[in-house]
């Protein structure tokens, strides 16, 4: 069982940047692959990126691309989510996840979830 706790979030303006962490309680996060996702109100969960644990290759949405960058550390014990420009649009909270199986876009492969972070830019 891994309990992932995600954290980071705040209040930012519109161009601003944030970074947000995601750990593993008590854990490493090897040999997982770490996915972040979003949620805003009153819509789905949309992907935003991910990361291999072997070889630290990233998959990104479009939406994020080029501005938001994922990264591992300290043994794989952290992996951050770096958003730079941030936008209006990006308001939302925003929940780490991990799995064993390949890197993938969908939120139903993941296996464990952080208890999420709120994000909010204002415009």
């Known amino acids: 069982q891994v309990q992932l706790v995600d954290s980071g979030g705040g209040l930012v303006q519109a161009g601003g940047s944030l970074r947000l962490s995601c750990t593993a309680s008590?854990?490493?996060?090897?040999?997982?692959?770490v996915g972040w996702f979003r949620q805003a109100p009153g819509q789905e969960r949309e992907f935003v990126g991910v990361?291999?644990?072997?070889?630290?290759?990233?998959l990104y949405s479009d939406s994020v691309k080029g501005r938001f960058v994922i990264s591992r550390h300290n043994s794989n014990l952290l992996v951050y989510l770096r958003m730079n420009s941030l936008k209006p649009e990006d308001t939302a909270i925003y929940l780490c996840?991990?799995?064993?199986?390949?890197?993938?876009?969908?939120?139903?492969?993941?296996?464990?979830w952080g208890q999420g972070t709120q994000v909010t830019v204002s415009s």
């Open positions: 990361i291999s644990w072997n070889d630290g290759v990233t």
């Open positions: 996840a991990a799995t064993r199986r390949e890197i993938s876009r969908d939120s139903s492969t993941y296996e464990y």
């Open positions: 008590g854990n490493t996060l090897s040999p997982y692959n």
